[in-house]
């Protein structure tokens, strides 16, 4: 049975059914980045995601440049294989469908302020009394406790985690991170906590509330920083690109460019000597362990980099990398994804067909017997709303 309407729901939405969450049916919420990426992450892996966007559309969809034909590529990015469905709350009649939607839906996602849906009956307590088993997932920047009233976004959190005064060196300004990195590590948790209550439903038919702030995001994602801390009593300060407890662990000058070498352990950095034909520097008392590295890294980068100044950073790379060194090049972003494809990794996906194939990047996890899947293109606004609207009423007539 379960099967069965799973696909008969993939043939009304256009997924293919192979993937491990077949079947099961996402209302998405949420807007920008944090939440619509945990969604496509769900959505790459079979669910059916039926984004809910006010007239005006997710304010992502106006981030602009870059763009693709105009429409934005940060937009893009994070709404694959999505259903887009127009909706005015402030109408009875699109509030009541938005309320059937979660009614029905396996799963809610939603990144409104704290408290932002109870007037609209799509808080978590008025959709569990319509839906007992639904799995609600709420994002908010601060929690909904004495940081409800503060604005969720990303670089606010990267301020206030502590994470900008890690970035950027020490005679620098405190940096951001090239990308919203805590948006999408609250994502990524999102999605987790999301699969971990899906999994107690299935074994006990309960549903939950899922909930997950940026903050509490940021502090696990900094991990052995914020462990410096809370474990040990250590307020972190910015390095560079030095990393506070293994050198050599930066990028180091050559005879032209830089090369990032990582020698994690002591077998790793006597491979480095050995390659660099300096083979007693591994005996040398200042630099026989990780402590005495660190504790001598001044006097061990000159040494290094003396080595290292008779070839260029291209000429290191391979025979670095051929004596099992952790090493690699300093790319802009053509280059990583230029690297992926030449090792196999097979970045690029092209979801949706005709005019409407836009390439996006690979979902992250491989399955063997589940693979995901890339159907549909990051929809246009709307896009989908006849075709929501029409089943959702074949929903309510099977209900009756």
């Known amino acids: 049975m379960a099967e069965a309407a799973a696909d008969t729901l993939n043939e009304i939405f256009g997924r293919t059914g192979s993937g491990p969450l077949s079947g099961v049916v996402v209302a998405d919420f949420s807007r920008v980045l944090a939440g619509p990426y945990c969604t496509m992450l769900l959505a790459d892996m079979g669910a059916t995601v039926i984004k809910v966007e006010s007239p005006d559309g997710d ?16 937009f893009l990015s994070v709404n694959r294989n999505k259903h887009s469905i127009t909706l005015d709350f402030n109408e009875p009649s699109d509030l009541a469908l938005a309320q059937q939607l979660a009614a029905r839906a396996d799963i809610v996602v939603e990144n409104f302020k704290p408290h932002g849906l109870e007037r609209y ?8 009394d319509l839906n007992p088993t639904v799995i609600y997932a709420s994002i908010t920047g601060f929690g909904t406790g004495a940081g409800a009233a503060l604005p ?6 990267q301020a206030a985690s502590g ?12 940096y951001r991170a090239g990308l919203a990195m805590f948006d999408v590590i609250t994502g ?12 107690h439903r299935t074994t006990t038919g309960e549903g939950q509330r899922v909930e997950l702030n940026l903050l509490s995001s940021a502090l696990s994602g900094m991990v052995n920083q914020s462990a410096a801390y809370v474990t040990g009593g250590v307020i972190p300060t910015r390095m560079g690109n030095e990393h ?8 180091m000058l050559t005879g032209d460019g830089r090369l990032v070498i990582a020698a994690a352990n002591n077998g790793q950095f006597a491979r480095l000597c050995a390659v660099l034909e300096v083979p007693e520097l591994a005996q040398d008392q200042r630099f026989s362990s990780a402590e005495q590295r660190n504790a001598h890294r001044s006097e061990l980068r000159i040494l290094l980099e003396v080595q290292l100044a008779a070839r260029s950073a291209e000429e290191w790379f391979p025979l670095l990398s051929g004596a099992g060194l952790p090493c690699a090049p300093i790319q802009d972003v053509k280059g990583g994804v230029d690297l992926a494809d030449r090792l196999g990794l097979d970045p690029v996906v092209l979801p949706g067909e005709n005019e409407r194939q836009i390439p996006t990047v690979r979902h992250p996890v491989s399955f063997s017997r589940t693979p995901a899947t890339y159907d549909l293109a990051p929809p246009m606004l709307g896009s989908s709303s006849d075709l929501v609207r029409g089943w959702l009423a074949q929903q309510l007539t099977a209900a009756r």
């Not at 304010?59 to 940060?74: G, L, Q």
């Not at 009956?121 to 569990?128: K, P, T």
């Not at 969720?152 to 959190?157: E, I, K, N, T």
């Not at 994470?163 to 405190?174: A, D, F, I």
């Open 244 to 251: 506070p407890s293994l050198y050599p662990y930066e990028p």
């Open 163 to 174: 994470m900008m005064s890690l970035t950027g060196g020490q005679e620098t300004e405190p």
């Open 188 to 199: 990524l948790h999102a999605s987790t906590g999301i699969l971990g209550a899906l999994h």
């Open 59 to 74: 304010d992502a969809r106006t981030w602009k440049p870059p763009v693709r034909d105009e429409e934005s590529t940060f």
């Open 152 to 157: 969720g976004y990303d670089l606010l959190v």
């Open 121 to 128: 009956g799509l808080d978590y307590a008025a959709i569990a």
